[in-house]
């Protein structure tokens, strides 16, 4: 998040006494132990990795209500300081905290969804067909690394730093396809040349690297011993765009391989369970959205209104 400013970004309604928020009591005969149980338990609902953003974020909000006296609502101060996926995720580590510390549930207030519908970047897919034309099309002594990048980020819907944290001993190649853990596991099977893609890329890895990282600066069909960065891994979709000549360039950003991969899927007609297990959310509302805005399921209501009928006139991808 940038900078310090002496307002929130969340500015939360009527100047009221913050004295008089919702607060949680216990019954006098229940125990310090108990209290505390609950406490550890309701805590442990925030992701593990991330939980430490999630309290900063929190506490940062709690201190600036406190000294502005504000009560909660849904108005947002201050957004346009701020880049849309880092208004985004800044809203939602304060609205799960919310939601878990104080039982209040932020995202009911109606004004929330139209600031952040408005605010909230384009975000676009790479297709199916795409996808191969960039593998079969591009140059591997320029883009070898981009090709392993976007195979795995697609087949795994892997997020920009699961890719550049991903090491060596995440993937077992057992022949017939690549057994992958982040802890999510997926697999790479031979689709095309995907597997000789990833294995040329392997055998280019320096002797001496001393670290496990997999990703590894890439130029001239050549790898050096230095771990490929966040900002380098999440321009993947944009190579790809901008080598393919898409519109749009700037609309494929970090988040457009889990996107994508999600997409696929539901464009293939797979349930919300499964889309939710290879993603690894656990929002069924979430799954929900990229099933009903599917190619696959607009085809189908398209056939039920105009012919009648309920057979797909797509291919599945």
Known sequence: ???????????????????????CTMNNCESEEIVEAANIAISNLLPTKSRSLYDIAYNR???????????????????????????????????????????????????????????????????????????????DKEFLMIKVGLILGIAGACRTDELVNLTVDDIEDVGSSLITK??????????????????KYLSLRPPHVKHKRLFLYYKAGKCSSQPVGKNTMGKIPSVVASYLKLPDVACYTGHCLRRSSATLLADAGVDITTIKSHVGWKSTTVA????ENSTENKTKIANQVLVGTTTSAITKL
Do not use: H
């Not at 346009?80 to 939601?99: D, E, G, P, R």
């Not at 929900?288 to 099933?291: K, L």
């Open 61 to 139: 909000f709690k201190k600036w209500c406190a000294e502005k006296m504000f009560k909660y609502t849904a108005r947002i101060e201050n957004a346009k300081n701020y880049k849309s996926f880092t208004l985004w995720a800044q809203y939602s580590m304060v609205k799960s905290c919310l939601i878990i510390y104080d039982n209040i549930d932020i995202s009911k207030f109606p004004k929330t969804d139209r600031i952040f519908e408005k605010n909230r970047e384009k975000i676009e897919n790479i297709t199916k067909s795409e996808i191969d034309r960039f593998l079969s099309s591009a140059d």
């Open 288 to 291: 929900e959205g990229y099933v």
């Open 182 to 199: 982040i802890p999510r596991i997926f697999v790479v099977t031979d689709v095309g040349n995907m597997l000789e893609l990833f294995r």
């Open 1 to 23: 998040m940038s900078g310090t400013s002496n307002s929130s970004m969340f500015l939360f309604c009527d100047k009221k006494d913050a004295s008089k928020k919702a607060a």
